[in-house]
């Protein structure tokens, strides 16, 4: 399953024509102790780089964005209980939701994984 990144730090794994989102382990570790998660319902239609979740830490509370556009299919409900799955597995159990993509088009202009990890080394 290829897996692309946003300069937003959010990460989407696609399988056919669905996606799973979920936030980078970097964005994580910028955002510290996981508290509270705010995922999508299904059936919400998302446009590319608008919001789509909320993540709030100790530190701060921070939007997620749909790297593209589409509808829900299901939020992570394990982040309801459990929130600092973000923390632990961010880039596996800890995702955030998954959707229906929409334009599969709007995949190309995301990073591979070589191209997150030097976006994230000259930060």
């Given at each position: 399953?290829?897996?692309?990144f946003?300069?937003?730090?959010?990460?989407?794994?696609?399988?056919?024509?669905?996606a799973?989102?979920?936030?980078?382990?970097?964005?994580?570790?910028?955002?510290?102790?996981v508290v509270?998660?705010?995922?999508?319902?299904?059936?919400?239609?998302?446009?590319?780089?608008?919001?789509?979740?909320?993540?709030?830490?100790?530190?701060?509370?921070?939007?997620?964005?749909?790297?593209?556009?589409?509808?829900?299919?299901?939020?992570?409900?394990a982040?309801?209980?459990?929130?600092?799955?973000?923390?632990?597995?961010p880039?596996?159990?800890?995702?955030?939701?998954?959707l229906?993509?929409?334009?599969?088009?709007e995949?190309?202009?995301?990073?591979?994984?070589a191209?997150?990890?030097?976006?994230?080394?000259?930060?």
């Amino acid at each position: 399953m290829p897996r692309y990144f946003t300069d937003e730090h959010e990460w989407i794994e696609v399988e056919g024509d669905t996606a799973t989102i979920g936030i980078t382990d970097y964005a994580q570790g910028q955002l510290g102790d996981v508290v509270f998660v705010e995922v999508p319902a299904a059936g919400t239609r998302l446009a590319k780089g608008k919001e789509a979740a909320v993540v709030e830490s100790v530190k701060a509370a921070s939007d997620v964005y749909s790297p593209v556009s589409g509808t829900v299919i299901e939020g992570n409900a394990a982040l309801e209980e459990d929130p600092a799955l973000v923390n632990t597995a961010p880039e596996s159990d800890g995702w955030f939701f998954r959707l229906t993509i929409a334009d599969p088009a709007e995949l190309d202009g995301l990073m591979d994984e070589a191209k997150y990890q030097d976006f994230v080394a000259g930060l």
